[in-house]
C-alpha cells in the first residue's frame, strides 16, 4: 500500500532534488510485505512487513502504515511548538492533537 506525499510530485517533476535517475517513482510513504529477495539476501526476511522512508507501526495495517510517513511524523514534531492548520502536515497536527483531547485553534492565510 503506498500514500503519495507532496514532496512526490515535486520530485517527479524536477522542482525538488535533482534527479538523481532517468524516472522518479513517488511512494515515499507506504507498507507492505516482502515477497522475495535476491541473491545474498537473507530468506528469512520474505514475509516480513516494511515501511517505507519514516513509517512504523509494526501492528498497525498497511492502510497506517502507509500513512503514517512524512506529513504525519512531521506533524508529531511540531506539536508542542507551533504549526498552522492547513496542508497535509497542518491537517495531521490537527487529528493528533484532536485525539489526545487538546482544543485547536488554527489559523489560514486564506477564507475557507
Do not use: W, Y
Amino acid at each position: 500500500m503506498s500514500g503519495v506525499n507532496p514532496t512526490d510530485g515535486q520530485v517527479r517533476s524536477g522542482a525538488a532534488d535533482p534527479k538523481h535517475f532517468s524516472e522518479a517513482t513517488p511512494h515515499l510513504d507506504g507498507a507492505s510485505t516482502i515477497d522475495a529477495v535476491g541473491e545474498g539476501i537473507d530468506q528469512s526476511r520474505v514475509g516480513r512487513r516494511v515501511r517505507l522512508f519514516m513509517a512504523s507501526a509494526d501492528e498497525a495495517g498497511f492502510d497506517v502504515g502507509a500513512s503514517l510517513g512524512v506529513p504525519a511524523l512531521t506533524a508529531h514534531r511540531p506539536l508542542a511548538v507551533a504549526a498552522g492548520g492547513t496542508g497535509a502536515i497542518g491537517h495531521a497536527v490537527i487529528q493528533l492533537a484532536r485525539r489526545v483531547g487538546t482544543i485547536v485553534i488554527g489559523a489560514i492565510s486564506v477564507p475557507a
